[in-house]
């Protein structure tokens, strides 16, 4: 079967032998798979004919031995470890969810990796309802997710963007450039560009809030100190780390899709191509030339 491989010049799409499914996994033919901004520093890093690829989205072939999971013919979503940018994929069933009939396949493509980390990076803060929340790098996949499921949830949500078209729509009630523009002081920070823009985050929490750490998007260090909690005491930095969530998907991202299905929640898919088009899609992605989610076809 054809599949993407990472090598030292470079992905290319190859070929490698059909999966064998364990017992509780299900064959699943790939319609579509996104591209999360975490692959690119992986791309660099593995290059030793590598397979990558965690979201996908497509329809059933075999369905699990142990009678676990959806029957033949089903259309899923699915969160693999790696090696989904293939025609076909072994997947655990615990780690996809069917599609309902409204939901289209390259919205599924989008929802496994950034919808799972917005849906858990907020439930860090508690409940949201009335609270004030701060969301950087609102644009982004991750960052659209967190807007519209905050707002759904009740909160008061500042977006910080450096472009925040369509922000507002999701449910923003202030859209930002940065959070040193933010007025007031927040209940839970979502933050993930580090650099000065946690610093600036910071500055802004009331006390006892919550600082949910998603990632490093800017590349900037940032050094903190205990004295940049005073007069916002008692705040606490919590790291998420999507690898290390106890929970296997499957629940959270039937969650996802029935909210999109009931017009709840909108992928931005910001981006479409077939994934012969994959080398472009990246070059956007690093370039920082797409909002929301890129997604390939098949």
Not at 183 to 189: A, I, Q, R
């Amino acid at each position: 079967m054809k599949t993407v491989i990472s090598t030292s010049q470079g992905i290319r799409i190859g070929t490698a032998d059909e999966p064998t499914p364990a017992p509780g996994e299900a064959l699943v033919a790939v319609r579509a798979f996104s591209v999360n901004r975490g692959e690119l520093a992986l791309l660099r890093s593995r290059t030793s004919n590598w397979r990558p690829g965690q979201d996908v989205a497509g329809v059933v072939l075999e369905a699990a031995a142990d009678g676990s999971g959806p029957a033949p013919g089903t259309r899923v979503t699915a969160l693999v470890e790696e090696a989904g940018w293939a025609e076909r994929v072994a997947v655990p069933t615990d780690r996809l969810a069917e599609l309902p009939e409204r939901v289209g396949t390259e919205q599924g493509a989008a929802l496994p990796l950034a919808g799972l980390t917005a849906l858990r990076s907020l439930r860090l803060g508690g409940n949201l309802l009335g609270r004030r929340v701060l969301i950087t790098g609102a644009s982004g996949g991750v960052g659209r997710f967190q807007v519209e499921l905050a707002a759904a949830a009740g909160a008061l949500v500042t977006a910080a963007a450096s472009r925040g078209q369509g922000l507002r729509a999701l449910g923003a009630q202030d859209v930002v450039p940065d959070p040193e523009a933010a007025t007031g002081l927040f209940d839970l920070v979502v933050e993930s560009v580090g650099g000065t823009s946690l610093a600036s985050a910071l500055r802004r929490t009331a006390p006892g809030a919550t600082i949910v750490l998603l990632g490093t998007s800017s590349g900037e260090k940032t050094p903190i100190d205990v004295y940049d909690f005073i007069g916002h005491e008692g705040a606490r930095i919590v790291s998420y780390l999507s690898y290390a969530h106890p929970r296997p998907p499957a629940d959270d991202l039937r969650t996802l899709t029935e909210m999109v299905a009931a017009d709840r929640l909108h992928p931005m898919l910001g981006l479409v191509e077939d994934w012969t088009k994959l080398n472009d899609a990246l070059a956007a992605l690093r370039g920082r030339r797409i909002d929301g989610k890129a997604v390939l076809t098949l």
